[in-house]
């Protein structure tokens, strides 16, 4: 079976960054996009990053600069590095495998 373990996730001051990871099980990852979603109390989950097989990456406008997302194909691993972390940044963030396999999600909160 398909698992996805996320960890990084924590609480952190406005300007603060954070690196969150996410380890896969039961697919060969290397053929998979991967990406980070996030969903904000009373949001729609929303798409921040997204990096395919070949390592061409993707943000959303509201993270481009701050956020990076890299891959790791021998660790089956996928990062999203954030920095700059703003309070509009808390949320739930989320891998997910492209075909949709998701993780149980990670809580980021960043505090003014």
């Known amino acids: 079976q398909v698992q996805l373990v996320e960890s990084g996730g924590g609480s952190v001051q406005a300007g603060g960054s954070l690196r969150l990871s996410c380890a896969a099980s039961?697919?060969?990852?290397?053929?998979?996009?991967m990406d980070w979603y996030r969903q904000a109390p009373g949001k729609q989950r929303e798409l921040v990053a997204s990096?395919?097989?070949?390592?061409?990456?993707n943000y959303a406008d509201s993270v481009k600069g701050r956020f990076t997302i890299a891959r790791d194909n021998p660790k089956n691993t996928v990062y999203l590095q954030m920095n700059s972390l703003k309070p509009e940044d808390t949320a739930v963030y989320y891998c997910?495998?492209?075909?949709?396999?998701w993780g149980q999600g990670t809580q980021v909160t960043v505090s003014s």
């Open positions: 990096i395919t097989s070949g390592g061409s990456t």
């Open positions: 997910r495998t492209n075909p949709g396999y």
């Open positions: 039961g697919i060969t990852f290397s053929l998979y996009t």
